[in-house]
Structures are given as structure tokens and as C-alpha cells.
């Protein structure tokens, strides 16, 4: 199935990309999809234990499986105020 | 009012919003805080010449609504309006403004406090800030929205 991936801030300037499509296996979850995004961009990596993750704009988990046509977003620590 | 913009904010707009929904509640309104981060000349002993504000924009006007229910679950006759500021930023100006009406002053105080402790731990928001000497992107809190501990950590510095 295809999802939508969304990069923010530090996360977007490191993989050099914002916003793209990717096929992943029936069945995947947020993990599933970062650690795609991982492999590609491996200067991610240390994300690992501080990223955050929303699907459809919702904050989300990083175990909750998804659905084709999911927009999955990761998000770095925040910083507004 | 909780919203995400690219204009410079007011807390006029805010205050009012807020008072005329508190007047018809409860005792009626008899305190408004508010609250304006502004973007400070220094970090951390480096000069600053500007900052860059981010945001997830949809995610951000949900997660100020989800302080907003968390702010009115604890103080039921209160409002609350919230607006981040993204894009560039000059030194002094507001990045947040923040404003709350209660029926007394130390629930307004209160309101304020744990709605910006929120954000900060929360909202999908970064700040990217520009240097005399470079930049760097501001990492603070991996944001969790059902966090108890963080939610009761907020609430523990609001009621101080």
C-alpha cells in the first residue's frame, strides 16, 4: 500500500526532503515506515528514541498500523513557545 | 481562538473573546492573564539576529485544543485563547500570545501558566534560530500528548 511521508524542521533539513509517497507492505505500521525513512537518510537514525508521530494530523504511535493513503508525519522534539 | 499565524500578533482580538465568553458563565469574568513570548536578543550567550518558527499547522490548532480541554477540566468557568506566530521573527516580537479569563485573579494566573507549559511540552512547533555565528534548530520536549507525568508536571508549576 502506498502511504504519504512528512518531514518537519530538523528531520525535513537532514533528509534533504519534505513530503513524499512510498509503497510499504500490507499490514505496516508507523515504525514500519520510519524505519524506511531511516535506511534512506540514515543522518535520521538518532531520532530513534525522540521522534514523534502523527497519521492524518492526529498524534499517533509508532506501533499503530496504518491504512493506504495514510499521510504519516514525524516530528523531532519541539520547540514552540 | 486558538490559531496559527503568519501576522504579528495582538492580545486585543484575544482578550476580548475570551472576557465575553467568560462574562456569560459561572460568577462572570473578573480576571484576564496573557501571555507574550517574545524573541529574546541572546541564547545561551550567543547573539541572536532572528528566529524562524515551524509548524504543523493542523496538528498545532488540535493540540491547543487539547490544552484548552485539559485548562477548562480543571477550571470549568475558564477560557482560554491561544495563537503561535510562525515564520521569521525580529527581536521583540511576540512568537505566543496566550490569554485567559477567569472568574478570579489566581485562576487566570494559573490558566495562563499551564497553557504555555503545555505548549512547550506539545505543540508540533520549532524554532530555528539565526546567529551573528551560525544557526541551530531548538530541540526541547519529544512531544507526547497522553503523558500524565508531563500533563501533571504543567499543572504543578501552574498551581505553584
Redesign the interface.
Known amino acids: 500500500m502506498r502511504v504519504t511521508v512528512r518531514l518537519f524542521a530538523r528531520l525535513r533539513e537532514l533528509a534533504g526532503r519534505e513530503v513524499w509517497t512510498t509503497e510499504v507492505p500490507a499490514g505496516a505500521t508507523v515504525a514500519d515506515v520510519w524505519a524506511t525513512v531511516t535506511q534512506a537518510h540514515p543522518p535520521l537514525a538518532p531520532f530513534d528514541r525522540a521522534v514523534s508521530c502523527a497519521v492524518n494530523a492526529n498524534f499517533s504511535r509508532m506501533s499503530s498500523p496504518l491504512q493506504e493513503g495514510d499521510d504519516v508525519a514525524f516530528l523531532p522534539p519541539v520547540s514552540g513557545g | 481562538m486558538l490559531a496559527v499565524t503568519r501576522d504579528p500578533l495582538s492580545i486585543d482580538a484575544l482578550t476580548t473573546a475570551v472576557e465575553a465568553a467568560v462574562r456569560a458563565r459561572g460568577e462572570g469574568c473578573g480576571a484576564l492573564a496573557s501571555f507574550l513570548?517574545v524573541v529574546r536578543a541572546t541564547h545561551q550567550g550567543r547573539a541572536v539576529r532572528y528566529l524562524e518558527?515551524?509548524?504543523?499547522d493542523?496538528?498545532?490548532v488540535?493540540?491547543f485544543a487539547q490544552i484548552r480541554d485539559e485548562a477548562l477540566a480543571r477550571w470549568p468557568d475558564a477560557e482560554l485563547a491561544l495563537v503561535?506566530r510562525v515564520g521569521r521573527l525580529e527581536i521583540g516580537e511576540a512568537?505566543?500570545a496566550i490569554v485567559a479569563a477567569t472568574a478570579h485573579r489566581a485562576d487566570a494566573f494559573a490558566v495562563c501558566r499551564y497553557a504555555?507549559e503545555r505548549?512547550?511540552?506539545?505543540?508540533?512547533?520549532?524554532?530555528?534560530e539565526y546567529f551573528v555565528d551560525g544557526d541551530a534548530?531548538?530541540?526541547?520536549?519529544?512531544?507526547?500528548?497522553?503523558d500524565a507525568d508531563a500533563r501533571e508536571k504543567a499543572m504543578a508549576i501552574a498551581c505553584a
Do not use: C, M, N, R
Not at chain 2, 518558527?53 to 504543523?56: K, P, S, V
Open positions: 513570548g518558527y515551524e509548524a504543523f493542523a496538528l498545532a488540535k493540540t503561535h512568537s505566543i504555555i505548549v512547550k511540552q506539545i505543540a508540533p512547533v520549532w524554532k530555528h534548530w531548538v530541540e526541547g520536549a519529544v512531544a507526547d500528548p497522553e
